[in-house]
Protein backbone atom coordinates (compact mmCIF):
# COMPACT_ATOMS: atom_id res chain seq x y z
CA UNK A 1 0.00 0.00 0.00
CA UNK A 2 1.24 3.67 0.08
CA UNK A 3 3.63 4.98 2.30
CA UNK A 4 3.38 8.36 4.41
CA UNK A 5 6.03 10.22 5.98
CA UNK A 6 5.59 13.04 8.39
CA UNK A 7 8.46 14.72 9.59
CA UNK A 8 9.45 15.86 12.39
CA UNK A 9 8.01 13.61 14.54
CA UNK A 10 7.91 16.39 16.84
CA UNK A 11 8.51 20.23 17.62
CA UNK A 12 8.72 22.45 19.97
CA UNK A 13 8.43 26.39 19.84
CA UNK A 14 7.76 29.47 21.25
CA UNK A 15 4.61 31.50 21.14
CA UNK A 16 5.52 33.84 17.32
CA UNK A 17 7.57 31.29 15.67
CA UNK A 18 7.27 29.94 12.62
CA UNK A 19 7.16 26.39 11.50
CA UNK A 20 7.09 23.49 8.27
CA UNK A 21 5.88 20.34 8.32
CA UNK A 22 6.21 17.84 5.55
CA UNK A 23 4.81 15.18 4.57
CA UNK A 24 6.47 12.80 1.67
CA UNK A 25 3.96 10.20 -0.22
CA UNK A 26 5.01 6.97 -2.09
CA UNK A 27 2.81 6.90 -4.92
CA UNK A 28 0.01 9.14 -6.86
CA UNK A 29 -2.62 10.49 -5.42
CA UNK A 30 -6.08 12.09 -5.90
CA UNK A 31 -6.94 13.27 -2.00
CA UNK A 32 -4.15 14.69 -0.13
CA UNK A 33 -5.22 16.00 3.46
CA UNK A 34 -3.90 17.83 6.66
CA UNK A 35 -5.03 17.54 9.93
CA UNK A 36 -4.97 18.81 13.35
CA UNK A 37 -6.35 16.40 15.96
CA UNK A 38 -7.20 17.94 18.97
CA UNK A 39 -6.57 16.96 22.80
CA UNK A 40 -10.29 15.26 22.61
CA UNK A 41 -9.35 13.79 19.55
CA UNK A 42 -11.38 15.44 17.01
CA UNK A 43 -9.82 15.49 13.58
CA UNK A 44 -10.17 19.10 12.36
CA UNK A 45 -10.08 19.52 8.57
CA UNK A 46 -7.09 22.28 7.76
CA UNK A 47 -6.55 22.06 3.85
CA UNK A 48 -7.78 19.82 1.21
CA UNK A 49 -4.50 19.92 -1.27
CA UNK A 50 -4.11 17.24 -3.84
CA UNK A 51 -1.65 19.83 -5.58
CA UNK A 52 -0.78 23.41 -5.72
CA UNK A 53 -1.39 26.02 -2.99
CA UNK A 54 -4.00 27.14 -0.24
CA UNK A 55 -3.93 29.85 2.77
CA UNK A 56 -6.16 30.15 5.38
CA UNK A 57 -5.21 32.95 7.78
CA UNK A 58 -1.97 31.53 9.21
CA UNK A 59 -1.89 28.52 8.01
CA UNK A 60 -0.67 27.58 4.10
CA UNK A 61 -0.01 24.43 2.41
CA UNK A 62 1.49 23.47 -0.79
CA UNK A 63 1.41 19.91 -2.60
CA UNK A 64 4.25 19.19 -5.37
CA UNK A 65 2.31 16.11 -6.06
CA UNK A 66 4.94 15.03 -9.27
CA UNK A 67 7.85 14.65 -6.12
CA UNK A 68 5.10 13.68 -4.24
CA UNK A 69 5.26 15.99 -0.86
CA UNK A 70 3.30 18.46 0.91
CA UNK A 71 4.12 21.24 3.32
CA UNK A 72 2.15 22.85 6.30
CA UNK A 73 3.33 26.28 7.07
CA UNK A 74 2.32 27.35 10.20
CA UNK A 75 3.03 31.68 11.26
CA UNK A 76 2.85 33.29 13.98
CA UNK A 77 1.86 30.17 16.05
CA UNK A 78 0.08 30.30 19.15
CA UNK A 79 -0.64 27.98 22.21
CA UNK A 80 -3.99 27.05 20.59
CA UNK A 81 -2.10 25.45 17.89
CA UNK A 82 -0.33 22.64 19.90
CA UNK A 83 -1.86 19.52 19.23
CA UNK A 84 -1.25 16.56 16.28
CA UNK A 85 -1.04 17.53 12.37
CA UNK A 86 -1.44 14.50 10.41
CA UNK A 87 -1.21 14.15 6.69
CA UNK A 88 -3.46 11.80 4.97
CA UNK A 89 -3.65 10.77 1.24
CA UNK A 90 -5.57 8.39 -0.70
CA UNK A 91 -4.27 6.43 -3.82
CA UNK A 92 -5.95 6.89 -7.19
CA UNK A 93 -8.46 4.16 -6.21
CA UNK A 94 -11.74 6.03 -6.33
CA UNK A 95 -12.70 4.64 -2.82
CA UNK A 96 -12.63 7.11 0.30
CA UNK A 97 -9.72 5.42 2.00
CA UNK A 98 -7.27 7.76 3.95
CA UNK A 99 -3.97 6.40 4.77
CA UNK A 100 -2.65 8.61 7.38
CA UNK A 101 1.22 9.35 8.34
CA UNK A 102 2.34 9.03 12.21
CA UNK A 103 1.53 12.75 12.96
CA UNK A 104 3.70 15.94 13.95
CA UNK A 105 2.94 16.26 17.29
CA UNK A 106 3.73 20.40 18.09
CA UNK A 107 3.92 22.17 21.56
CA UNK A 108 3.54 26.00 21.50
CA UNK A 109 5.10 27.03 24.65
CA UNK A 110 3.81 31.16 25.67
CA UNK B 1 -25.25 22.79 9.73
CA UNK B 2 -24.46 19.77 11.89
CA UNK B 3 -20.77 17.54 11.31
CA UNK B 4 -20.45 14.16 11.43
CA UNK B 5 -21.79 12.84 14.91
CA UNK B 6 -21.02 9.61 16.87
CA UNK B 7 -22.33 7.76 19.57
CA UNK B 8 -21.31 6.92 22.58
CA UNK B 9 -18.73 9.27 23.38
CA UNK B 10 -16.94 6.79 25.95
CA UNK B 11 -17.48 3.15 25.97
CA UNK B 12 -16.19 0.16 28.63
CA UNK B 13 -16.27 -3.33 27.70
CA UNK B 14 -14.85 -6.69 28.87
CA UNK B 15 -13.20 -8.83 26.94
CA UNK B 16 -15.23 -11.05 25.34
CA UNK B 17 -17.84 -8.79 24.71
CA UNK B 18 -19.28 -7.08 21.74
CA UNK B 19 -19.86 -3.47 20.86
CA UNK B 20 -21.96 -1.20 18.81
CA UNK B 21 -20.47 1.76 17.74
CA UNK B 22 -22.96 4.42 15.28
CA UNK B 23 -22.36 7.10 13.38
CA UNK B 24 -24.47 9.77 11.33
CA UNK B 25 -22.77 11.89 8.42
CA UNK B 26 -23.29 15.34 7.12
CA UNK B 27 -26.78 15.70 5.64
CA UNK B 28 -26.24 14.88 1.97
CA UNK B 29 -23.28 12.87 2.21
CA UNK B 30 -23.72 9.39 1.14
CA UNK B 31 -20.03 8.11 1.54
CA UNK B 32 -19.31 6.68 5.57
CA UNK B 33 -15.97 5.11 6.53
CA UNK B 34 -14.33 3.63 9.85
CA UNK B 35 -10.76 4.12 11.62
CA UNK B 36 -9.32 3.08 14.47
CA UNK B 37 -6.66 5.07 16.02
CA UNK B 38 -4.48 3.46 18.60
CA UNK B 39 -2.29 5.86 21.39
CA UNK B 40 0.02 7.51 19.35
CA UNK B 41 -0.27 6.01 16.09
CA UNK B 42 -2.71 7.78 12.70
CA UNK B 43 -5.81 6.59 12.11
CA UNK B 44 -6.00 3.03 10.53
CA UNK B 45 -8.77 2.35 7.57
CA UNK B 46 -11.34 -0.45 8.74
CA UNK B 47 -14.27 0.08 5.98
CA UNK B 48 -16.26 2.53 3.58
CA UNK B 49 -19.58 2.78 2.77
CA UNK B 50 -21.26 4.14 -0.10
CA UNK B 51 -25.07 4.04 -0.59
CA UNK B 52 -25.47 0.78 1.36
CA UNK B 53 -22.32 -1.13 0.07
CA UNK B 54 -19.08 -2.15 1.30
CA UNK B 55 -16.39 0.00 -0.88
CA UNK B 56 -13.33 -1.08 0.59
CA UNK B 57 -12.15 -3.13 3.15
CA UNK B 58 -9.02 -2.56 5.80
CA UNK B 59 -6.78 -5.05 7.15
CA UNK B 60 -9.04 -5.97 9.83
CA UNK B 61 -10.34 -9.29 11.40
CA UNK B 62 -13.65 -10.85 10.24
CA UNK B 63 -14.39 -9.51 14.08
CA UNK B 64 -15.18 -6.33 12.91
CA UNK B 65 -18.52 -5.41 10.26
CA UNK B 66 -20.39 -2.68 9.46
CA UNK B 67 -23.17 -1.72 7.58
CA UNK B 68 -24.86 1.76 5.91
CA UNK B 69 -28.35 1.88 6.17
CA UNK B 70 -30.91 3.99 3.88
CA UNK B 71 -30.81 7.34 5.60
CA UNK B 72 -26.76 6.68 5.21
CA UNK B 73 -26.10 6.24 9.34
CA UNK B 74 -23.85 3.49 9.61
CA UNK B 75 -22.95 1.19 12.45
CA UNK B 76 -19.42 -0.20 13.54
CA UNK B 77 -19.82 -3.61 14.81
CA UNK B 78 -16.88 -5.61 17.43
CA UNK B 79 -17.14 -8.58 18.35
CA UNK B 80 -15.09 -10.63 21.26
CA UNK B 81 -13.51 -7.79 22.28
CA UNK B 82 -9.95 -8.19 22.69
CA UNK B 83 -7.62 -5.68 25.02
CA UNK B 84 -5.61 -4.61 21.72
CA UNK B 85 -9.18 -3.39 20.27
CA UNK B 86 -8.99 -0.36 23.11
CA UNK B 87 -8.89 2.83 20.60
CA UNK B 88 -10.31 6.36 19.34
CA UNK B 89 -12.68 4.93 16.51
CA UNK B 90 -13.48 7.60 14.16
CA UNK B 91 -16.31 7.83 11.67
CA UNK B 92 -15.79 10.21 8.48
CA UNK B 93 -18.28 11.29 5.53
CA UNK B 94 -17.95 12.39 2.10
CA UNK B 95 -19.66 14.27 -0.58
CA UNK B 96 -16.90 13.44 -3.13
CA UNK B 97 -13.77 13.41 -2.07
CA UNK B 98 -12.83 15.31 0.90
CA UNK B 99 -13.60 13.35 4.00
CA UNK B 100 -14.76 15.14 7.09
CA UNK B 101 -14.74 13.36 10.56
CA UNK B 102 -17.02 12.74 13.87
CA UNK B 103 -15.45 13.31 17.37
CA UNK B 104 -14.93 9.32 17.96
CA UNK B 105 -15.85 7.08 20.57
CA UNK B 106 -13.24 6.33 22.69
CA UNK B 107 -13.65 2.21 23.70
CA UNK B 108 -11.61 0.96 27.01
CA UNK B 109 -11.90 -3.00 26.91
CA UNK B 110 -10.56 -4.13 30.43
Known amino acids: GIQVEQSPPDLILQEGANSTLRCNFS?????LQWFHQNPWGQLINLFY???GTKQNGRLSATTVATERYSLLYISSSQTTDSGVYFC????????????FGKGTMLLVSP | DAGVTQSPTHLIKTRGQHVTLRCSPI?????VSWYQQVLGQGPQFIFQ???????GRGNFPDRFSARQFPNYSSELNVNALLLGDSALYLC?????????FGPGTRLTVT
Open chain 1, 88 to 99: AVERQSGYSTLT
Open chain 1, 49 to 51: IPS
Open chain 2, 49 to 55: YYEKEER
Open chain 1, 27 to 31: DSVNN
Open chain 2, 27 to 31: SGHKS
Open chain 2, 92 to 100: ASSLAIEQY
